[in-house]
């Protein structure tokens, strides 16, 4: 099964040839396939249905490739340093910790900023207007694919409507009380990652790992969860109005005391979720 996995990430990247770290990234996706197939044959699933159900988890290789860079070369005009934005940020930063700049109610104004490659973990963003702000893009480090870096980072209470999140490592962020309408996240590490208070509407969550995490007593509308790990994530008390789980494993996920609609009902039911003390709507 194994080389049937490989031969089909073969074919869904062949139109796009011997792109930049090729190699680390099918690599991972196919240590990924593996683990997703092995535990659909935990399920008592036969080996076709199984594949099958594996390679549907996959989505679109142009997804992904979206979010590489397309050459290992520096371009020539290139500066050897951080980018202008990025090295405001870092000053910003900086003077806020010392009590000179940023407002906690203030907070800065990056709306469609570029912050892609960027190493900003431990960064306070909180009350910031970052709408339609880009933080995608895997980078390269020597021969290792590794993820930008937002670990530890605090989105609270910021404005983050329209923003990207791809291939990025979130674990511990804070994203309490933000504005996560029409935010997408993919291919993210979310592990102990905070939603508390925050405004999820039409948040799109792909191929991301969310295990653990607490939506409780929280409201989510045409939220997408697709291809995501949501092992024992925990939406008690919350109210789900047209949420979506496509070929995301809902059998260890907490429902308890939640409120939906029936069309999230039917499919949760479908999917085999627990929703003993849950309230159609």
């Known amino acids: 099964m194994e080389k049937k996995l490989q031969q089909f990430l073969d074919n869904a990247f062949a139109p796009y040839g011997d792109f930049p770290a090729r190699a680390d990234v099918t690599k991972e996706l ?25 390679i549907d988890s996959f989505g679109d290789a142009s997804e992904i490739m979206e979010h590489l860079p397309h050459s290992e070369k520096k371009q020539a005009d290139e500066p050897e340093e951080a980018s202008s934005i990025q090295k ?34 431990d960064n306070d963003f909180s009350y910031s207007s970052l709408t339609e ?53 993919t291919a993210a590490n979310l592990k102990d990652a905070t939603f508390d208070g925050a405004t999820l509407v039409s948040t799109n969550f792909r191929h991301s790992d969310l295990s653990n995490l607490s939506f409780a007593d929280q409201t989510l509308t045409d939220v997408i969860f697709s291809s995501s790990s949501l092992k024992k994530t925990s ?47």
């Open 235 to 281: 939406f008690k008390n919350a109210t789900l109005h047209n949420v979506s789980f496509h070929h995301s494993d809902v059998k260890h996920t907490i429902f308890d005391g939640a409120k939906m609609d029936k069309v999230t009902y039917a499919l949760l039911k479908g999917a085999k979720a627990t929703l003993t003390d849950v309230t159609i709507q």
């Open 133 to 185: 702000a880009n933080f995608n893009k895997s980078r390269l480090s020597g021969s290792a694919f590794q993820a930008a870096d937002l670990r530890k980072a605090s989105f609270d209470g910021a404005d983050l409507s329209g923003a990207t999140f791809a291939a990025t490592d979130l674990q511990d962020t804070n994203f309490t009380g933000a504005n996560l309408t029409k935010t997408k996240i």
């Open 88 to 121: 405001s940020l870092k000053k910003a930063f900086k003077r806020a910790k010392a009590g000179m700049g940023l407002s906690k109610f203030g907070g800065v104004s990056l709306n469609q900023a570029d912050l892609s490659d960027s190493d900003l973990a």
């Open 30 to 54: 196919l240590a990924n396939l593996i683990e997703k197939y092995k535990d659909l044959k935990s399920q008592d699933m036969s080996d076709e249905a199984a594949y099958k159900a594996t």
